[in-house]
């Protein structure tokens, strides 16, 4: 059979058909590239094979195995030699004399290799009271490690191995470049089933589960148990965090996983692989956020930065830092909020001299401090302000305020001396009560000013309300620990 042929005549319209037809032909081709400049702006990859078989060597299985004491009852006695002995031995049961018996108790994870000399990065909570240690690498080989050092408030933990040739290992990066909907792939040991990888993307950024210097990279990319200490990835093969948690109803991946970023785990590894623990730095300072009720109280135009509710004994105080200072800058980075200002901290060496720059009464002040050692001063008690005061009562805002007896600060444990007013009784239904104040609460400032006599308070309320200001400002002391409350005075 002859092919069909189509012969165009060409004729009056043409012209303007072969026009129409060149301009569909480059707006097809506009849309083609289009396609292909979107496809490249997302960085979709067409497969992490490659990924994979790149940064799988420098990933390992961590199993551990910890001896512990066999439950209490009674028990079965087994005669010797039977060839139950060892059966019911290794579930805890006891021995030939009847005497008590321990078990092992065994427990899988995953970490990776962070040098070619052998320092492996973990979860805490992999190893924690582990009595052994194995890796099992990539390719089956197997090494005991030793524990270099934990730091349970981000949940790493170093390990090292001997090993008589270079191993495999794998960097850290920059885990403030990631975005929400970057690519990454997570490695480990899930559910012990060995070596394997999951691919997804950023859900979400600077998560906080519990911790002080929290700062977890959430991904849809599968994590289960087994999973913890392992590497998430980004896809230039960089370490980018250290899957630790899942969020989940039934103890399996739905797609909320956390991984502990790398900018917070690289320098926790640093210290642990220098020192074998952690040197974080300390300010000083109680602090809490600054909220809209708060800045109104306090006449700031933005809610930003840490309020600083007691200023104890410390590098803080040597410089000069005072309780009601809005800490609005640390060391040449902004502060926008109390977790922020933690994590800088925290991140800062002890001992390093910073720029701290406060507000104070609305001018900026800029304090220069020597900073402490945190894991020194946590152990040190720090006390709460004190001084003497008067009898007397007052209901406002909604509670009953009154002096402090001598008596009456033995009855709530208050240092001798302390001074301020008492909360006494207060209105279940009142502003004060829904935010947190309680009977036996001290309130101390009013204003920013010291408070020791009913007369006090109402004349700070009196001058917010002559200031045009809709709330005033109380520091609230609770057993020691301070805090800022604004009330209305409306």
């Given amino acids: 059979m002859k092919p069909r042929v189509t012969t165009l005549t060409l004729g009056r319209t043409a012209p303007a058909t072969m026009l129409r037809l060149v301009a569909l032909m480059a707006l097809t081709l506009a849309l083609a590239l289009a396609m292909v400049w979107r496809a490249e702006a997302r960085g979709v990859p067409e497969s992490f094979a490659d990924l994979a078989e790149t940064v799988s060597p420098a990933v390992v299985n961590i199993t551990t195995a910890t001896v512990i004491a066999a439950p209490v009852g009674p028990r079965p006695m087994i005669p010797e030699g039977s060839p139950f002995e060892d059966f019911f031995r290794d579930f805890g049961m006891p021995g030939p004399d009847g005497g008590p018996q321990q078990r092992r108790s065994s427990a899988l994870g995953s970490g990776f290799v962070i040098s070619e000399d052998g320092f492996i990065v973990t979860n805490n909570h ?121 969020l989940s109803p039934n103890g399996g991946s739905i797609g909320i996983g956390f991984s502990m970023s790398s900018n917070v785990v690289s320098k926790v590894v640093t210290q642990l692989r220098d020192f074998g623990e952690t040197r974080r730095g300390w300010l000083g300072v109680r602090i809490q956020d600054v909220t809209p009720d708060v800045a109104e109280a306090m006449g700031l135009a933005v809610a930003q930065g840490a309020l600083v509710t007691d200023v104890p004994e410390g590098p803080a105080m040597d410089a000069g830092m005072k309780a009601g200072d809005i800490i609005t800058g640390f060391d040449g980075a902004e502060v926008k909020d109390t977790r922020e200002l933690v994590r800088r901290v925290g991140d800062a060496e002890a001992g390093k001299v910073v720029r701290v720059i406060v507000s104070r009464e609305g001018q900026s002040q800029t304090l220069l401090i020597t900073l402490g050692r945190r894991e020194v001063a946590e152990g040190e008690a720090v006390p709460a302000s004190t001084d003497p005061a008067e009898s007397a009562e007052v209901e406002v805002l909604g509670m009953t305020l009154g002096t402090l007896s001598d008596e009456l600060r033995g009855q709530l444990g208050l240092p001798e001396g302390a001074e301020g007013l008492v909360v006494g009784a207060i209105d279940e239904a009142s502003e004060a009560f829904a935010k947190g104040l309680r009977q036996g609460d001290l309130i101390t400032e009013a204003g920013q000013q010291k408070i020791t006599r009913p007369a006090d308070i109402l004349a700070r309320i009196a001058e917010a309300k002559e200031a045009g200001r809709k709330s005033l400002l109380l520091l609230i002391r609770r057993g020691g620990d301070p805090r800022f409350v604004a009330l209305s005075v409306e």
């Fill in 126 to 246: 992999v190893i924690e009271g582990a009595d052994e240690i194995s890796i099992e690498f990539f390719s089956g080989r197997k090494l005991d490690a030793k524990l270099i050092g934990t730091d349970p408030k981000t949940d790493i933990a170093l390990l090292k191995v001997e090993s008589t040739e270079p191993l495999p290992f794998v960097s850290f990066g920059n885990s403030d470049l990631l975005r929400v909907g970057d690519w990454v792939m997570a490695m480990g040991n899930p559910l012990g089933q060995g070596f394997s990888a999951s691919a997804g993307i950023v859900s979400a950024r600077g998560r906080a589960l519990s911790g002080s210097y929290d700062d977890f990279i959430q991904t849809d990319a599968a994590i289960n148990r087994g999973n913890s200490g392992g590497p998430l990835f980004n896809l230039d093969g960089e370490v980018v965090g250290v899957n630790t948690a899942i």
